[in-house]
DNA sequence: GTTGAAAAAATATTGAG
DNA sequence: CTCAATATTTTTTCAAC
């Protein structure tokens, strides 16, 4: 799908507030609500437009402690893993990745006690396990919801 | 703020769909709408809702490549460093780590060689660096915008 | 805290340029 | 692709329990 500017500044805006209202939109861009409409219908509909989701601040509801976790998994046994991670309460991102690490999680866990179960008896424990390293994240300077386009 | 199992499946919805309609809301956990207004305000005011987000498909904006950028920053230089890195266009994430690297970037970019420009030109340039390590993501297994409330 | 009902506003749809 | 007008739905407010 080929997007123009008109398609681009809509997506800055429903990146920034996914619930402006299209009337709202509309003036900013200087159409008619009607094209906004039509418009991110067709984003959503190509796909460029992935969903609409309402961000938690992680700590307001009991996840004290956020980790990155980087991972080496036994040749052969990959999908046996990644099936597994994806099952784990708290493993929220998994990545395959080149370098040092096969696979990078990004894991929350209600506190460091909690982090300490879920490395040592689910991850640690899981089929094709070979090794991992945990950076334990002590805080976000920055996270920008929106892509610039 | 104390979250009971209402909030918290308000939560779950909107995690997942932040344009459920109020209405719709009601009928799922079975309360009106007014209600679900007035709790959902509560629950922005409160900051446990820091926001409603348009997820967009890096890819379909022209955003091909994606890395996790691990980084050592020199000693009373982190300052300096942090607030280049805000600046830098692609740079979506800034996490402050423990372990093997000072801050764990995540960065996107349209392909490697604008990748590379990202880390040659800006990074590595950027006062304070001392060193990095990127691992380009390949492909991304798994990734809930939700958290589990 | 919750509700139902009314008022205000937004969204979805249609038909035509 | 865009628009104006209309129909439908939702959001918002508020008096009352």
Redesign the pocket.
Known sequence: MEL?E?DRAILRILQEDA????????RRI?????????????LEDAGVIQGYHAKVDPRKVGYGTSALVGLRVEQGREENALERLREIDGVKEVHLTTGEWDVMLRVYAEDTDALRDLMFDEIAEMEGFARSQTMVILGTDFEDPSLPV
């Open positions: 123009d008109t619930r402006t209202p299209f009337s709202e939109i509309a200087d159409m008619s609500s009607a094209t906004v409409h039509d418009r991110v219908g067709r």
